[in-house]
């Protein structure tokens, strides 16, 4: 049994995400980590709100209310709309959370021990209009490298170029739009990350089986134009953890987040009545976490950070702490011919989407579709089609036609009489092949490949069901149909069984009408269809998958338009 740590890039706390940060972050985490389970791993899935920075504090005064009353707030909607969706966390933090303040106080001292923070007397762009200094991603404009307009202070997302906010052409406050803006000169602490730059190197170098979007990513900041930077890790803010000795001063968000992925496995650790030794287990190399392997789940913004700042942050402390080990990334899940918008009410978000459809549906569709080689799509069209056709006709069916078949000839338990012909040798052989290949691709965490594959494997189920013609044989034969009800009925359950980690819902419903709680990973097909024996009851279930009308499209097309250019 392996030891498993999942995270997923901690979402914003400044509002309800849309589809395409689900897919990009916790949804494949979460199929990893009940993949995992299910295979019968030890598996720790953590993930929190990022609730530090200027945006948190916006987004407060916009709703009137105190910033640490606000994300609260917004943490328990999240945490809601997560649990939706389904996602599994093992603990679900807050990067404002006592743990971590202490955790990032820590490193931010051990970096300093070792000569890797230096303070900075930095220019800083204040805005008279706001009456404040302007966080990096609250300044855009025109980047210098490509020409996109819209860039960050930060970065270019157009062209990834790493930014400060004094390169921007024509910038402006993105809070009041102003121009009126100056450079002012303002301590703050940088981490010296260009000191680490050939470690990291080296340590990239050493991830071959790191996909190509994660490390050309991370190369690029490496060497392109002056190579990695040292960051400012400080801002001129009140809400974030404390820099001590220097009032005024927070560390800056990107700084402190990640190094939430450790506080919220301690608040996991507390909240459960447990030791330090609980959480050091996953975190610390000097108490047990040399064994684990450690998987992280991000869009491609999120990369640099994790493969740079971060690491570097483990690193520099010089201490016994666990690196990652694999970082799946994604590009990005586009809308219908553009983007989401929440500003535009563009796209569907999270809780919209709740609130017409089951989460099976979304889940199915987002990661049979998942952008993991190029960015993604979501039209109406295709995903009526892609629910229609994969759930309704393809998994819902099969159910609902032996079930019913079944029923209606042999009552609603496993019917007795006939063997195993040539036809089920033949399934057999082909679904053990399509099992193995099915785990060998979600054990790469290739998820489109993945839902492929089980597509595939439901496929094969219905093709057999139609050769075998149960309702005709039945007329002369009785017992060879009860033979093919009898596989058939298993085959229910192990598509329970191995659909979970993409429909978890549809799958325990159908465990359910199976009259099984028995979950457990096939080694082999032949055996996982004797698992329900004859005389073993069921129940007919509910419709496991409706179809999307042509009016339910349109009417969701329309809803979800937002504003045109």
Not at 123 to 138: E, H, I, M, T, W
Not at 303 to 332: C, Q, R
Request: hydrophobic share 40%; proline share 5%; net charge negative.
């Amino acid at each position: 049994m392996a030891r498993i740590l999942i995270t997923s890039a901690l979402p914003y706390i400044n509002g309800i995400k849309h589809l395409g940060n689900l897919v990009g972050s916790q949804l494949p985490a979460d199929l990893f980590a009940r993949y995992m389970r299910g295979r019968g791993h030890e598996v720790m899935y953590i993930c929190a709100t990022d609730e530090h920075g200027t945006p948190a504090e916006l987004a407060a005064t916009k709703a009137g209310k105190p910033v640490a009353e606000y994300c609260a707030e917004l943490h328990d909607v999240q945490a809601d709309i997560a649990k939706g969706f389904g996602i599994s966390f093992d603990y679900f933090g807050r990067s404002s959370s006592d743990e971590n303040r202490a955790f990032t106080q820590h490193f931010a001292a051990k970096l300093a021990e070792n000569d890797l923070i230096e303070v900075v007397s930095d220019k800083q762009v204040y805005s008279n209009a706001d009456g404040r200094f302007l966080p990096d991603r609250y300044i855009e404009g025109t980047c210098p490298n490509c020409g996109h307009v819209g860039a960050r202070g930060d970065q270019c997302d157009e062209c990834t170029k790493q930014l400060s906010p004094t390169d921007l052409i024509d910038p402006y406050s993105t809070i009041s739009g102003s121009k009126d803006l100056e450079v002012r000169e303002t301590k703050h602490l940088f981490l010296r990350q260009s000191k680490l730059r050939d470690t990291l190197d080296k340590w990239i170098d050493s991830k071959k089986d790191w996909p190509i979007l994660t490390t050309s990513i991370a190369k690029k900041w490496l060497h392109d134009g002056d190579g990695l930077r040292d960051r400012g890790i400080t801002r001129d803010l009140d809400w974030g953890v404390p820099v001590p000795d220097m009032p005024g001063k927070v560390f800056y968000v990107w700084f402190d987040a990640p190094i939430e992925y450790i506080g919220a496995t301690a608040e996991w650790a507390k909240a459960n009545g447990l030791g330090d030794d609980a959480w050091e287990r996953w975190w610390r190399t000097d108490k047990g976490a040399d064994d684990v392997r450690y998987v992280q789940f991000m869009g491609k913004d999120n990369v640099p950070f994790h493969t740079l700042s971060f690491p570097a942050t483990i690193m520099g402390s010089k201490e016994p702490w666990k690196l990652v080990d694999y970082i799946k990334s994604f590009n990005y899940l586009n809308y219908d011919g553009g983007q989401f918008s929440t500003s535009k009410g563009r796209g569907v978000f999270m809780d919209q989407a709740l609130s017409i459809l089951p989460s099976d549906y979304w889940r199915w569709w987002l990661l049979s579709h998942a952008p993991e080689n190029s960015d993604a799509e979501f039209t109406w069209e295709n995903f009526q089609s892609s629910i229609n056709k994969d759930l309704a006709d393809v998994l819902g069916n099969f159910a609902s036609r032996v079930t019913k078949f079944c029923r209606s000839k042999f009552g609603e338990v496993v019917p007795a009489g006939g063997e195993y012909g040539d036809d089920e040798k033949a399934l057999i052989a082909t679904l053990n092949q399509r099992l193995t290949a099915y785990n060998t691709h979600m054990d790469a965490m290739e998820v489109r490949k993945s839902a492929a594959e089980l597509r595939a494997i439901w496929a094969a189920g219905n093709e057999y069901l139609q050769n075998a013609a149960p309702w005709t044989v039945f007329k002369t034969d009785p017992d060879a149909a009860a033979a093919v009800i009898r596989l058939s009925l298993n085959l229910i359950r192990l598509y329970a069984v191995l659909s979970k980690p993409f429909i978890p819902d549809a799958s325990a419903a159908l465990l359910t009408a199976m009259n099984t709680r028995d979950a457990s990973w096939p080694d082999d097909v032949e055996t996982a269809l004797n698992t329900l024996p004859e005389g073993h009851t069921f129940t007919v279930p509910e419709v496991t998958f409706a179809k999307i009308t042509d009016a339910q499209r349109e009417e969701w097309q329309e809803k979800f338009a937002g504003v045109r250019d």
